[in-house]
């Protein structure tokens, strides 16, 4: 009982944040700026939006093109880097190898890349899957690695005592212990890899969510622009909840997964 | 009922420190269990007792004399499961339910899955956790979590159990419960236990024979058979017998935190 009014009270407080800040922007475009080709209402930005979601259709493609960039680089990221964070974790050899990449690469900022990989992949699909891909594949790299380093020693004692082979080891301890890490990676990496399709898009792409936000800023239409930034931010929110969820059904034992 | 189920020779360990002289955790311990016979050890803190346990279970290879299970050389026997330990920890896998987490000794070693999993119902039953099978360790309390660890240490049909102070982090009362229930198990199974604690009181309860430690480096100070019948009943406690070997035994452990420096040095 208690839970639950304190769980309404929190979803009153989060509608009502939401609320405060919509009716803020509301007033400072149609009192303070006043200039449509500067700020405009929530509620011009909401009639755009679903005027290019239901009357015209205008959305779709740029929706479309920009989801398939984020899938295939994301997927990629994580079957290449789960595997390769766990075998650092268990190879020094492999730790040794790719730590210094790992450092370069993860520090640079990934934008410095784009020019670079358009210029090998021409403006085609690869070089944004790559793009978006960079974006992605560290946060699940280092989590999954480190998630596998600190594994409970408890666990790994538990192990051995009972007799457990390697196989064994791996599949029952530290895969499972591994977990929680490798999805918080995940998540981090939704974030990373929506702003790796948007500077994707930014250069030389004729459609995707990143091609509408950067045309429609070059031709100061600001709903259109507005409309482009909350369909990420809208990605951005069902891709964390999809995490959630699958964090709940693969972590059971984690009860802050369920709530949140 | 031949041999002796375990056999401690002179055995020492110590940790290498680099630049000095190695730290003697324990040294020259000789003790034979035999088969059945329910053996407490207990010491001052700090004097082995954890390491001695997982030597013996082959966790951590020990610096000298010797380890004879069942007459043959731990080394030789090392790879198989005859020991089940009770970790003071419950070290129960969080991702595993209570039927899960006993499995984890039994599983995948052969048998059939259904054997093996009747085989883990069976031992939770026998710790008195029916109806708690797809529970996780998280929705179980202190006591109930070291009712799974210890059946899942009971359900590899181990030689031998090993008990690092199970009970020592549960509230008095939930402790008192788990003595009597430990009673009654090793009633129904009559397995071999090495038993340690720093609870005087407990050992003697439970134990057919004390082991006591001197302080660190440690090593036999001294044993004592447990002159009490058995089945035993929380009523032993004020037995004019169990008060004489509490008081002797505690006389026994405060001159070695004497000798260590007192209670602060520990
Ligand atoms: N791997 C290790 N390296 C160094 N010192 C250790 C190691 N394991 C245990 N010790 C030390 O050995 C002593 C005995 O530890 P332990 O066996 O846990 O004692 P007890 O269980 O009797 O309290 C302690 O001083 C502890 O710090
Ligand atoms: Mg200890």
Redesign the pocket.
């Known amino acids: 009982m208690e839970a639950l009014t304190r769980n309404l009270n929190s979803t009153i407080l989060r509608v009502g944040s939401v609320l405060a800040g919509l009716v803020f922007w509301h007033f400072l475009a149609t009192t303070v700026i006043n200039d449509t080709t500067f700020l405009v209402s929530p509620i011009v930005v909401v009639a755009t939006g679903y005027e290019m979601l239901f009357v015209n259709g205008e959305l779709y493609p740029h929706l479309f093109a920009s989801s398939w960039i984020f899938f295939y680089g994301f997927l990629l990221a994580i079957v290449a880097g789960v595997p390769l964070g766990f075998l650092m974790a268990l190879s020094q050899i492999v730790r040794d190898y790719v730590n210094p990449w790992m450092t370069t690469l993860y520090t640079t900022p990934r934008i410095a890349f784009a020019p670079v990989l358009l210029l090998w992949f021409g403006v085609g699909g690869g070089a944004k899957v790559s793009i978006v891909f960079l974006g992605c594949v560290f946060p699940i790299l280092i989590n999954s690695y480190y998630g596998m380093r600190v594994v409970n020693r408890e666990y790994v004692e538990l192990a051995r005592s009972f007799r457990l082979n390697s196989r064994a080891l791996f599949f029952k301890i530290l895969l499972p212990a591994s977990v929680p890490f490798v999805l918080a990676g995940v998540r981090l990496a939704i974030g990373r890899g929506l702003t790796g399709v948007a500077i994707a898009e930014w250069f030389g792409a004729t459609e995707g969510l990143g091609y509408l936000i950067f045309f429609a800023g070059q031709t100061l239409n600001i709903p259109t622009l507005f409309v482009g930034v909350a369909v990420f931010a809208a990605l951005g929110i069902f891709g964390f909840e999809v995490v959630r969820r699958v964090e709940a059904y693969a972590t059971p034992w984690k009860t802050d997964a369920r709530g949140s | 009922m031949a041999g002796p189920v375990l056999e401690l020779r002179n055995l020492n360990k110590e940790?290498p420190r680099p630049g000095g002289d190695p730290?003697i955790?324990f040294k020259n311990i000789n003790l034979t269990v035999r088969d059945g016979e329910f053996v407490s050890i207990v010491?001052p803190?700090?004097?082995?007792?954890?390491?001695l346990l997982r030597v013996i279970n082959g966790l951590m290879p020990h610096s000298g004399g010797q380890i004879l299970i069942d007459g043959k050389s731990a080394e030789e026997v090392n790879q198989e499961l005859l020991m089940g330990f009770v970790f003071q920890g419950a070290s129960l896998l969080p991702w595993r339910t209570s039927l899960k987490n006993v499995l984890l000794g039994v599983e995948g070693r052969g048998q059939n899955a259904k054997d093996t999993e009747q085989r883990a119902r069976k031992h939770l039953e026998l710790v008195g956790l029916s109806g708690f099978e797809n529970y996780y360790p998280h929705q179980l309390s202190g006591g109930m979590q070291q009712r799974v660890n210890l059946a899942r240490a009971l359900a590899v049909n181990p030689r031998i159990l090993l008990m690092d102070e199970p009970f020592a982090a549960l509230d008095a009362q939930t402790r008192n419960f788990m003595q009597l229930e430990l009673l009654r198990i090793w009633r129904e199974t009559r397995k071999t236990v090495i038993f340690v604690t720093h609870m005087i009181a407990e050992a003697i309860l439970l134990s057919d024979r004390v082991v006591v430690f001197t302080h660190?480096p440690g090593t036999v100070r001294s044993e004592f058979q447990v002159p009490l019948p058995r089945p035993r009943t929380m009523d032993i406690k004020s037995d004019p017998r169990f008060l004489d070997l509490e008081n002797v035994v505690w006389k026994q452990i405060e001159e070695e935190v004497n000798a260590a420096g007192g209670f602060a040095k520990l």
């Open positions: 940790i730290f955790i010491g803190s700090g004097c082995g007792k954890t390491t660190r």
